[in-house]
T-cell receptor, first 115, second 115 residues
């Protein structure tokens, strides 16, 4: 069964420093998508970055990059130059196959950026 | 452009009652998904609808039902509410159900408290 594991319940980072949030996944599918979402206290899930299983290059979106290691089944999120507004819950998610939008989420990592 | 809109934002219900949650997708999006997020957990998939038809269902009891209207808006209904139904209910929209690279976009959610 597909599964997403986030082993860091909470993380602290100093403002302007980089931080890596860990995510490992388990699937028997050859085609899948990996996503990271940010959830502030308001509750809205904000899409950050996407990586397809067949993409050879790591995805980047501004200050966000995804360190995709397919053999290790890991999809870590790297946030560069952290800002106070980055403080939030971060969820790693996997989409099963390409014919559905059923997403499986991890339990999340709470990031706190320190001034 | 308006994002995914959900209503109500907060509500309190009594055990045994019924609740209806509403969602309007992003303009042009034809697929709507519903997720339940219990405190401290990642979202759990409940339903996906596309062109008014159910395209996927998660592991939820029959007390949970949904539908999609011709304008692509959607309702989630929960009957015979239990204390354990207290959660944030997230609606997400997407252009189509599947497709590599396409992601889903979430609303701010409806916070349901069952007392």
């Amino acid at each position: 069964a597909q599964k997403i594991t986030q082993t860091q319940p909470g993380m602290f980072v100093q403002e302007k420093e980089a931080v890596t949030l860990d995510c490992t996944y388990d699937t028997s599918d050859q085609s899948y998508g990996l996503f990271w979402y940010k959830q502030p206290s308001s509750g809205e899930m904000i899409f950050l970055i996407y990586q397809g299983s067949y993409d050879e290059q790591n995805a980047t979106e501004g200050r966000y990059s995804l360190n995709f290691q397919k053999a290790r089944k890991s999809a870590n999120l790297v946030i560069s130059a952290s800002q106070l507004g980055d403080s939030a819950m971060y969820f790693c998610a996997m989409r099963e196959g390409t014919g559905t939008y059923k997403y499986i989420f991890g339990t999340g990592t709470r990031l706190k950026v320190l001034a | 452009d308006a994002g995914v809109t959900q209503s109500p934002t907060h509500l309190i219900k009594t055990r045994g009652q019924h609740v209806t949650l509403r969602c309007s997708p992003i303009s042009g999006h034809k697929s709507v998904s519903w997720y339940q997020q219990v405190l401290g957990q990642g979202p759990q998939f409940i339903f996906q609808y596309y062109e008014k038809e159910e395209r996927g269902r998660g592991n939820f009891p029959d007390r949970f039902s949904a539908r999609q209207f011709p304008n692509y808006s959607s309702e989630l209904n929960v009957n015979a509410l239990l204390l354990g139904d207290s959660a944030l209910y997230l609606c997400a929209s997407s252009l189509v159900p599947g497709g590599s690279g396409n992601t889903i976009y979430f609303g701010e959610g409806s916070w349901l408290t069952v007392v």
